[in-house]
């Protein structure tokens, strides 16, 4: 059986890699990652901190998913991580998506926040989400 954190992250992945706005938004090519990019410029997303509880019923197993999206713009582009950040958002929020090994029940996006990086002065965009999903 597929881990839900897992299913849920290649969901979001293949519904990102589609979404031609969000390409644009990135450069040109899908820019999300697990850990960061040597390198990495421009803007790009990463997946953040996440937790799965048990949600279970007698009949159903399930999860509630609690996780983060980092979006990393440029030094002085806030609006361009803001961007995709909101694209991000829009294809997300209530999203049907297909999870092997699960069903999705729901995804509602819960806060985006935006911060300046200390050390780097890049500005951090966080997406914050929650799934509940049921063992398929």
């Known amino acids: 059986m597929t881990s839900p954190i897992l299913a849920l992250r290649r969901a979001v992945l293949d519904i ?3 979404d031609q706005d969000l ?17 990495a410029t421009g803007v790009y ?11 279970s019923t007698d009949f159903d197993r399930g999860y509630t998913q609690n996780l983060t999206i980092v ?8 609006r361009d991580a803001l961007s995709a950040l909101e694209r991000l958002s829009v294809i997300l929020d209530d999203a049907d998506l297909d999870l092997a090994g699960h069903r999705l029940v729901n995804l509602r996006v819960t806060a985006m ?18 799934a509940v999903t049921e063992t398929a």
């Open 16 to 18: 990102a890699a589609g």
């Open 113 to 130: 926040a935006s911060a300046r990086d200390r050390d780097s002065q890049r500005i951090r965009a966080t997406l914050r989400l929650r």
């Open 45 to 55: 997303a990463l997946f953040g901190d996440v937790t799965a509880e048990d949600w």
């Open 71 to 78: 979006v990393w713009g440029e030094r002085g582009s806030a």
């Open 23 to 39: 390409i644009a938004l990135m450069g040109g090519a899908l820019q999300l990652y697990d850990e960061p990019p040597r390198g």
